[in-house]
């Protein structure tokens, strides 16, 4: 099946600090979706995003379906940016939106 | 809106015990996914709804799994003679259609003694 791999696996921040997450597929995907796991275990969408780049607020993605990797960026980071960011993709060729996900990077933002 | 709910939010049972979980998709929502996130294997899908179509349930780890969605809507999973590790959280998802984003519950959280 498909690998969906996430990097870095951890991530310490000062408040006020940007950083890149990576996610990268070993597929063709017709979908991608970035989470965001907060501390009560909450999953919250970021962006659905299979190409292109996209924007909200402080928070970015791009995705470059043919190199097969997706980016999200956040800036000034707050405390509250804090949680498990997951990389989720549905297998290009698929009828149906199973996602498999990454394993996720742990983000510490301190203040 | 609504968003997806599910309940119980906590279950505690012992070990051999049947447990059913439940999940109320997004109005409108014709698709609805089961997954769980467990300590070990991260988030793993179990099974998915399509409007009339069968079921996916090729992530089904046992035939101690099952799940039906009735009417269309509402889908309940089922464990039965549950096992320590059957211990995890329990995630539903619904979307408008394969294509669109899946949005989830809050999850139950399955404890077996």
């Known amino acids: 099946g498909i690998q969906v791999e996430q990097s870095p696996p951890d991530l310490i921040l000062q408040e006020g600090a940007n950083s890149t997450l990576r996610c990268n597929f070993s597929d063709s995907v017709n979908n991608l979706q970035w989470f965001h796991q907060n501390p009560w275990g909450q999953l919250i969408n970021l962006f659905y995003?299979?190409?292109g780049t996209k924007q909200n607020g402080r928070l970015s993605a791009t995705t470059v379906a043919t190199e097969r990797y997706s980016l999200l960026y956040i800036s000034s980071s707050q405390t509250t940016d804090s949680g498990v960011y997951f990389c989720a993709v549905v297998v290009g060729g698929t009828s149906y939106g199973k996602l498999t996900f990454g394993q996720g990077t742990i983000l510490t933002v301190h203040p | 809106g609504a968003g997806v709910s599910q309940s119980p939010s906590n279950k505690v049972t012992e070990k051999g015990k049947d447990v059913e979980l439940r999940c109320d998709p997004i109005s409108g929502h014709t698709a609805l996914y089961w997954y769980r996130q467990s300590l070990g294997q991260g988030l793993e899908f179990l099974i998915y709804f399509q409007g009339n179509s069968a079921p996916d349930k090729s992530g089904l780890p046992s035939d101690r799994f099952s799940a039906e969605r009735t009417g269309g809507s509402v889908s309940t999973l089922t464990i039965q003679r549950t096992q320590q590790e059957d211990s995890a959280v329990y995630l539903c998802?619904?979307?408008?259609?394969?294509?669109?984003?899946?949005?989830f519950g809050d999850g139950t959280r399955l404890s077996i003694l």
């Open positions: 998802a619904s979307s408008l259609s394969d294509e669109q984003p899946q949005h």
């Open positions: 995003i299979p190409s």
